[in-house]
């Protein structure tokens, strides 16, 4: 496709929420490796780190989950008729995966759920297991270096997603890590007021 063939408008707001997404889960992460085997006093880092969690589901679905409540899924950026554009990205994800497209279907409707029945609403049946988030870092690196391709000859001004994502991550690591050890000492609060939300693996 060429510039004349996307809608230029949901490009915009759409890459910078999967650059989010990316950026809350390395968050979360640096977080997680660094609480690892600490009893925390405060309950500030366990909230700060089921907050990134939540956001970045949420950002991911917002590009990634429901076509039809989403003005920024992916599916928007076709001009007319979405069923090229369809094709293109199904199939490329489910290579670049290594799956099927009925694996696909299933880890979409994971992440889905967690996001309608546990961090956007809540719904009380819900006691299913916090999707692997893994899956849902390589299906952004994959629109990455797919919308790339797609708004071709107009260019994405930035180094690949993959990359960032390698180089921020380091960076974090070292803040979060720093910023934690030196709140270990800090006053804790009540038991009772910790959050006990599920954590993501």
């Known amino acids: 496709m060429n510039s004349t063939q996307y809608h230029s408008e949901v490009f915009a707001e759409q890459v910078p929420l999967v650059y989010l997404f990316a ?18 006093r405060s309950s500030f880092w366990i909230d700060t780190s089921n907050a990134h969690i939540s956001q970045a589901c949420i950002y991911w679905c917002m590009v990634f989950g429901s076509y039809v409540s989403n003005k920024t899924h992916w599916h928007k950026l076709a001009v007319g008729p979405a069923n090229t554009l369809r094709r293109s990205f199904r199939k490329g ?5 290594g799956i099927s497209e009925a ?3 299933r880890y979409w409707k994971e992440m889905v759920t967690f996001r309608n029945q546990y961090v956007a609403h809540r719904d ?3 006691q ?3 999707p692997l988030f893994d899956r ?11 919308v790339r391709q797609l708004i071709a000859p107009d ?19 070292l803040e979060v890590g720093s910023a934690v050890r030196a709140t270990e000492a800090e006053p804790g609060v009540p038991g009772e007021l910790r959050d006990k939300a599920r954590e993501a693996p």
Do not use: M
Request: glycine share 4%; with cysteine; net charge neutral.
């Open 103 to 105: 694996e696909w279907k």
């Open 93 to 97: 994800i489910c290579e670049h995966l």
């Open 128 to 130: 299913g297991p916090v």
């Open 155 to 173: 260019i994405l001004d930035t180094p690949p997603l993959r990359e960032i994502y390698a180089n921020y991550n380091s960076v974090v690591a």
């Open 23 to 40: 950026r809350h889960l390395i968050h979360y992460r640096a977080l997680k490796a660094a609480l690892a085997g600490k009893q925390c």
């Open 124 to 126: 009380l049946t819900n």
């Open 136 to 146: 849902a870092l390589e299906v952004a690196f994959f629109y990455d270096s797919w």
